[in-house]
């Protein structure tokens, strides 16, 4: 399944897209450039999708910024060094349902 929306805020989209979710919908991928999401029908409801946003991160520590995600829990769905927003799927279930541990790093 293919939804077109456009937001005006991360917390709104990051709702949209696991409101989805609760319906038994896992994003796959998505689109930006024509706000298209991906969904694909699974048996259970997925993990809570996170979404961080970084303008640009440099070519050497964007493998340190994946890593640091997929070390606690959070598999990459979509992004890429030079997009703003980098979406992100919790993996393990004991892993906290927030992507930040502090406040200060949210940006919404």
């Known amino acids: 399944m293919i939804r077109h929306k456009l937001f005006t805020s991360l917390q709104e989209e990051e709702h949209w897209i696991n409101s989805i979710q609760s319906e038994g919908y896992q994003l ?5 450039w024509t706000a298209a999401y991906h969904f694909e029908k699974c048996s ?3 993990h809570p999708v996170r979404l961080d946003f970084h303008e640009h991160i440099a ?11 997929e070390d606690c829990g ?5 992004g890429s060094r030079r997009c703003g927003i980098h979406y992100f799927q919790q993996t393990i279930e004991a892993s906290s349902t927030e992507i930040f541990s502090d406040t200060e790093s949210k940006t919404y």
């Open 28 to 32: 796959v991928k998505v689109t930006p």
């Open 74 to 78: 959070w598999q990459p769905i979509q």
């Open 59 to 69: 070519k050497g520590e964007y493998s340190n910024y994946l890593s640091l995600f």
């Open 44 to 46: 259970r409801t997925p």
